[in-house]
């Protein structure tokens, strides 16, 4: 997926190109590398051999890099992360300046898409570019605070394929479709009633937020029941 992007990067606009290969050499890669297009004087290729032997060369290109695209493992990684690649996924992120602008395919670096977990080095992003569909841990924590924005890419797969998957996205408009409508001639009785019954002198918030909550989640007529002593202080959380 990295290489392929790269790829159509090139096609669109002049950008300064630099791949670094961690999981195979260059060779390994050759023959797919020509048939992207990527063999060629503006691309800096370095592959695994050079996070050992090269290492200079390769942090003095990752100190000019104004985007990173991560895509070691995508959804495949269900694992811990090992040595050498643990350290060399270190180095990089230690070569990089803060501004970098990062993107992830699919999840980030050391995510475990099913679960949501993380590794300990797991590499934060600013955007998350999902293929097909989002994964779970892009909305289950601690995994979904490192994929930063997350946008899903349509690329062909037939939604038939996931029949049968029972599982649904809490979303604005799927809140929004179970919200009765208002009437015109309705009032604050056709709503429902509600009374929340709590609070004391040293704990205010709970009742407060509570009323709040039902006030916006649309009951018609809200009464709480509080101490006396605590009314001024619980009208001022409104």
Do not use: W
């Not at 159509?8 to 290969?21: A, G, H, V």
Request: with cysteine.
């Amino acid at each position: 997926d990295g290489l392929v992007t790269c790829s159509e990067l090139l096609k669109k606009d002049s950008y300064n190109i630099t791949i670094i290969l961690l999981t195979d050499t260059f060779s390994d890669n050759e023959v797919f590398l020509k048939g992207l297009g990527l063999i060629r004087s503006d691309v800096k290729i370095f592959d695994i051999s050079d996070m050992a032997d090269n290492l200079k060369e390769v942090e003095s290109e990752l100190l000019t890099v104004n985007v990173l695209i991560d895509a070691i493992f995508g959804i495949g990684l269900s694992r811990k992360i090992k040595n050498p690649l643990k350290s060399y996924i270190n180095k990089i992120q230690n070569f990089l300046n803060e501004d970098v602008f990062r993107i992830a395919v699919d999840v980030p670096t050391g995510v475990d898409s099913d679960k949501g977990e993380i590794d300990s080095d797991v590499l934060k992003v600013d955007l998350t570019l999902a293929l097909g569909y989002a994964k779970l841990a892009h909305f289950t924590q601690p995994a979904a605070s490192f994929c930063g924005e997350v946008k899903v890419l349509d690329i062909g797969i037939p939604d038939q394929k996931f029949k049968g998957i029972d599982l649904d996205l809490i979303t604005e408009e799927f809140v929004s479709s179970k919200i009765p409508t208002r009437e015109l001639e309705s009032n604050k009785g056709s709503f429902g009633k509600v009374m929340i019954v709590g609070g004391s002198d040293e704990f205010i918030g709970a009742s407060a937020l509570a009323g709040i909550a039902a006030s916006r989640t649309g009951a018609g007529l809200i009464t709480s029941a509080i101490p006396r002593s605590i009314v001024p202080s619980f009208t001022y959380l409104f």
